[in-house]
């Protein structure tokens, strides 16, 4: 529901970007999202094409990267990978960890402009 | 060896030590317009500008972060814990606030931030002569941000104010992505609404550091199963501290005045 929004300041940051750059275009921008931020990578995807309208950004292509979310387990003193769902179990001892390490990500991380 | 001052003065000149040869240092560009430059010696053959690619690591809240951080200093300073309530709408905010509020804000100072779409209804309900309300209506955004916080306490006067609770717009997806600059995160379900409310909802649940499992006096009369919600509370988010309480019976609520105790304000 928010994505309008999150989308508006992440096309500001690029056209920061591409000014500072001396760029009058931009072809490319890549999001990094991760799976816990909350954020619908399709509700963003729908924001783009509104909020680049008229902008140096328009008609640019995006690509949203889903980052997957990394927890740690204090009883085996290691990270681990979460392959999908929201249930944290440490593949090693099955216990359940609640130290997300990543997965609120939700950043510019790349941009292609002329 | 002689050297005449106009041609070889030494900060404009460097003489290789062994050919001899002098060569003046490059000169060092501004960025904007070293961008220029290269941009031009990387443009296309049909003379367009190449394509450049840069990797960043923007964040996209960053407006929003910094504002928070600067919330969680303003009320570290002044010795307050700030509460952020999130809930689905009617899981039992305001009406847990208004019971605190009666029993636990008359010794210890409190505050209280409500934000709704429209209405100050939830301000007009949580209104104590010993307990400051601002009443935030956000005109339609589905969450509170750290900016309107900022506005709704600089509204308040926080003398003596040892316990902030923000009443955060009811909705279980958005206010999970806005730090406000709280120190606790507190989500309530409510037995009206399923048990697998977390399963549905988890990032906000896994965002939390207090569930309050809410309305529990009328879980049996729903067929709601209180131990089926706890283990799905506890697979998302596992160290989280859990309360089950009702603000009606008054089931729980002890312990959760005790929470509060024990975030221990200081000043």
Redesign the interface.
């Known amino acids: ?2 994505e309008l929004g ?1 989308m508006e ?2 096309v500001d ?1 690029a056209l920061r ?1 591409a000014r ?5 275009r931009i ?2 921008m890549v ?1 990094r999202i991760g799976t ?4 619908e990578p399709d509700s963003l995807r729908f924001a783009f094409d509104v909020v680049t309208e008229g902008t140096a950004a328009a008609g640019a292509q995006l690509e949203v990267e889903s980052v997957p979310a990394r927890a740690w387990c204090a009883a085996c003193a290691q990270e681990f990978g979460v392959e999908s769902g ?3 179990v440490c593949p090693h001892c099955g216990r ?5 390490r990543q997965g609120h990500e ?9 | 060896m002689n050297p005449t001052p106009e041609i070889t003065p030494a900060d404009e000149c460097q003489i290789h030590p062994l050919s001899g040869a002098a060569a003046r240092p490059g000169r060092l560009l501004s ?2 317009l070293a ?2 430059v290269s ?1 031009t010696l990387a443009a296309g053959p049909d003379g ?16 929003n972060d910094i504002l928070a951080e600067r919330n969680r200093g303003y009320f570290l300073g002044r010795g307050l814990v700030a509460l952020n309530l999130v809930s689905s709408p009617g899981s039992g905010k305001t009406t847990l606030l208004e019971r605190t509020l009666d029993e636990f804000g008359r010794q210890t100072k409190c505050a209280v931030v409500v934000g709704d779409l429209e209405t100050d209804n939830d301000g007009l309900r949580l209104r104590r002569a010993h307990a400051p309300v601002a009443q935030i209506t956000t005109g339609g ?3 509170l941000d750290a900016s309107m916080v900022a506005r709704g306490v600089e509204s308040l006067d926080l003398e003596g104010v040892k316990i902030l609770f923000i009443e955060n717009v009811g ?1 279980l ?2 206010p ?2 806005f730090d406000l600059g709280e120190q606790v995160r507190v989500v309530l379900l409510s037995c009206t609404e399923g048990e697998d409310k977390p ?1 549905k909802y ?3 649940f ?2 939390a550091n207090l569930v309050l499992l809410t309305k529990v006096d009328i879980a049996d009369a729903l067929g709601f199963k209180r131990d089926v919600a706890v283990e799905n509370i ?7 501290r859990l309360i089950q309480l009702s603000s009606r019976s008054g089931e729980g609520v002890a312990e959760w005045l005790d929470y509060l105790r024990s975030l221990n304000p200081q000043r």
């Open positions: 529901m928010h999150i300041s992440a940051a970007e500072a750059h001396q760029a009058s072809h490319r999001l816990l931020s909350g954020v929201f249930i944290y359940l960890s609640g130290e997300v939700m950043e510019l991380s790349r941009l292609e402009m002329s | 960025a904007p961008a220029e941009a367009g500008a190449a394509v450049r690619a840069v990797d960043l690591r923007v964040p996209l809240l960053e407006k955004t589905c969450h909705n997806v958005c999970a992505s399963l988890p990032p906000i896994k965002s506890r697979r998302i988010a596992p160290t989280a």
